[in-house]
């Protein structure tokens, strides 16, 4: 998208596909203090039954701000997002993030979103978060 164009209803947004490994998921937790065991603990997993380190999940909604801006530009700003989880993300998964413009009004783009956890071939296997919705003021260069 050029610097000056903005999206219109039914457009898709660029998706940003992520695998998310336990070092990125220390990296998180030391930035955002969250030193839950859950998110790294082998044998407080084992004990738990937990199969692998599970994702914060506000590991998502840092993804759907980065696709957003990857997409419109440093000069946009990120004016609400919301998104509910649906289901647990472990170590070692790869994550899409990908959505859909519902509107663009008075330079705000409106999208919904979604989080999926994808194999090798891209194929959804499940769905990590949504509804994912944002609102974001595109401010072109120049305004």
């Not at 330079?107 to 090798?120: K, P, Q």
Request: with cysteine.
């Amino acid at each position: 998208m050029s610097a000056l164009a903005l999206p219109s209803a039914g457009d898709p947004v660029p998706p940003l596909v992520r695998t998310i490994a336990l070092p990125d998921m220390i990296a998180y937790a030391g930035a955002t203090w969250d030193w839950h065991k859950l998110h790294y603990d082998a044998e407080y997993l084992a004990a738990k039954q937990v199969p692998a380190p599970v994702v914060d999940g506000q590991v998502f909604g840092a993804l759907l701000a980065e696709a957003l801006q990857d997409w419109l530009g440093p000069e946009a700003f990120i004016r609400t997002l919301a998104f509910r989880f649906k289901n647990l993300v472990f170590a070692g998964e790869t994550v899409r993030c990908e959505g859909e413009v519902t509107s663009v009004e008075d330079g705000v783009v409106a999208v919904d979103l979604r989080v999926v956890v994808v194999d090798g071939d891209g194929s959804v296997t499940k769905v990590a978060a949504a509804p994912c919705t944002a609102e974001v003021v595109a401010r072109p260069e120049g305004a």
